[in-house]
């Protein structure tokens, strides 16, 4: 899975959940979101089957990877990867409109932030110490 939940009292935004999420389940510091589209789930069966939601997909530049963690809400360490953002919407099996959302993030990381296409690689275990970005 991805950083993400659902929206608390203390978020202002959406963004301000991603910002929340992001630090608490994985570590990590992100600046810039930026909102690339809405998947529809028609059951919400990701939330225990609360009934038809839209589930926003945001995608922000990462400043910052710190030492692993446990979650708050789980009681569990989550594994952080790095992958391509195509590898990972295969990885959750987010079918066509999650490729289109990882293609569409893909580009808005080129134009907005000048960073490079990743290339496809093997996906790697990010280090529980965290990692330097350059």
Do not use: C
Not at 104 to 112: F, H, I, S
Request: proline share 8%.
């Amino acid at each position: 899975m991805l950083p993400g939940g659902t929206v608390e009292k203390t978020d202002a935004t959406p963004e301000d959940t991603l910002r929340r999420e992001a630090a608490e389940e994985a570590q990590l510091t992100l600046a810039e979101p930026v909102r690339l589209g809405w998947v529809l789930d028609e059951t919400g069966e990701v939330y225990g089957g609360v009934g038809s939601n839209a589930r926003l997909r945001l995608a922000a530049r990462v400043t910052g990877i710190g030492r692993a963690a446990v979650d708050p809400a789980s009681g569990h360490p989550f594994a952080r990867l790095l992958a391509t953002p195509a590898q990972a919407a295969a990885l959750l099996g987010w079918g066509p409109p999650g490729a289109r959302q990882a293609q569409l993030a893909v580009e808005t990381a080129r134009e907005r932030w000048g960073l490079p296409t990743a290339r496809p690689a093997a996906i790697e275990e990010i280090p529980v110490e965290g990692m330097r970005l350059t």
